[in-house]
């Protein structure tokens, strides 16, 4: 029944190691997104794909890069942690209009050393 | 940046009680949304309203958006403890596919 599925649940990285999370989704929705959140914060959008058409968030830090090969997956990389980036990131599914819901999954829950 | 908030930050409410959170934006929007996240977990919609709306209710959930003051607020009835999470408003606006956040109330509902 998962329907947005991120992997791992729990990350823990060294400061400057190089860091990948992942999102697959089984809704074959076109658009998939990568969200920032840090504690008692609302979530931050970094980017979004519309099929494979990448839009950046004007104030998405370089580090941050995505990747979708296909459809149900997307890849959010962060090149360089720094202890600023120990957050929550949450990845989310819609179809692409503009009056639809979007689809969380569980989140991957970043920790820099 | 964010475009809305939300008030109160935190709300506290005994079990049956009934909890009302505020949301207030700047633009002109398609639709406001609510989600719902519980602790350390993502988010999960609730309910959507769109421009041309005043109200809708989905079971113990009512929300109102008016337009003229840029206002939504979410009220749920008859509170349970597994109510408590955070709630967070988003708009849509003009073609844009990107939900902006509100700020976010935390609710906590004692047993």
């Known amino acids: 029944d998962a329907m947005v599925i991120q992997n791992p649940r729990y990350q823990v990285t060294q400061f400057g190691k190089p860091v990948t999370l992942s999102c697959s989704q089984t809704l074959n929705h076109n658009v998939m997104y990568w969200y920032q959140q840090k504690s008692s914060q609302a979530p931050k959008l970094l980017f979004h794909?519309?099929?494979?058409?990448?839009?950046n968030e004007a104030d998405t830090p370089d580090n941050f890069q995505s990747r979708r090969p296909n459809t149900s997956f997307c890849f959010l990389d962060i090149r360089s942690p720094g202890l600023g980036d120990a957050a929550m990131y949450l990845c989310?599914?819609?179809?692409?209009?503009?009056?639809?819901?979007?689809?969380f999954g569980p989140g991957t829950r970043l920790t820099v050393l | 940046s964010q475009q809305g908030e939300e008030d109160p930050q935190a709300l506290s409410i005994q079990e049956g009680e009934n909890a009302t959170m505020n949301c207030s934006y700047k633009t002109s929007i398609n639709n406001l949304q609510w989600y719902r996240q519980n602790s350390g977990r993502g988010l999960v919609h609730l309910i959507l309203?769109?421009?041309?709306?005043r109200e809708k209710h989905s079971g113990r959930l009512r929300v109102t958006l008016d337009t003229s003051k840029k206002s939504s607020s979410l009220l749920i009835t008859a509170s349970r403890a597994a109510d408590t999470a955070s709630y967070f408003c988003a708009t849509i606006s003009g073609s844009a596919r990107q939900l902006t956040f509100g700020s976010g109330t935390q609710l906590t509902v004692l047993p």
């Open positions: 309203i769109r421009s041309n709306e």
């Open positions: 794909y519309y099929d494979k058409d990448f839009n």
């Open positions: 989310a599914t819609s179809r692409g209009g503009s009056s639809d819901e979007q689809f």
